[in-house]
């Protein structure tokens, strides 16, 4: 069997780069700089979420055949380009789903509990002065959730052993126990936390904004494990600095890495780096979906999870 010609756009743990050296021929976008003639030899695209494959790219690459990226979103995958060049386009559904909602849960009860400011207050000595706040509780809370797919039902089933009330919203409904709400500012207005995990792209550009934070109202929570772009950064700060909303916690944004923002210096906001999906469990079973996903391709069999193709 001959070892595919891959371009890796974006950086893996050393693991998980020592599994793909194992496997693929790996070029770099730097190697291809250094030498514009190794572009007409690659076959296959290998990337991740947090990275954008440009159109330009994927048109300089006479040869390619598949883009697979480890992860479940492709808004960073030009499809346009990869359609018109009939390249196969697959990323890494199912196996991530238990991983993010574990952290959306995670991040959810920190944001209630305070929990990384509990942390806090007992590693530098406050405790020996003060009493830490009182926080809130999850049980009893009326929960949004914005997208019911895969994530968004792992998430509304673990909540059920917390005493809550879902409802959600979302392109069509579902069969699932919860209340669908086709108005997201009706959601918005129900809920005491909004969580969103719906794909990122065109459709969900800047869904929250200054109006549904305002329905969410002054006790409200969001919860973000979908996209940045889901969310108009600068309303959600605007409505953060002025307590507008109760608070927020972020693993997505609009521009990563998160750097100067002023979202940190909020003491009503969670930041977390993108970790949805950041367990070795988690990761490992994405980059092999990824892998045999090229394989599968190069073998001439269908690609296993497809998005295009
Ligand atoms: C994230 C992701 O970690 O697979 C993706 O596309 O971005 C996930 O792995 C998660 O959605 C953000 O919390």
Known sequence: MSIPNVLQVGEFP????RVIDAELRRYTEADLQRDPALAAMVEAVLTRSSY???AELVSQLPKLKIISTSGVGFDGIPLDAARSKGVVVTNTPGVLDAAVCELAIGLLLSLLRRIPSADRFVRDGTWENKIFPLALSLAGKRVGIVGLGRIGQGIARRLSAFDVDVAYCGEEVKDAPYTFMSDLLALAT??????LCCPGGEQTYHLIN??????LGTNGLLVNVSRGTVVNE?????ALENRLIGGAALDVFEKEPLIESRLVAL??????PHVGSATEETRHAMLRLALDNIHNVFAGRDPLTPVLG
């Open 234 to 238: 600068a309303d959600l700060i605007d």
């Open 52 to 54: 954008q494959l440009p």
């Open 190 to 195: 129900f809920a005491d936390v909004l969580i």
């Open 267 to 272: 003491d009503n906001v969670i930041l977390t």
């Open 210 to 215: 200054s109006k549904v934070l305002s329905c």
């Open 14 to 17: 050393a693991a998980q780069q």
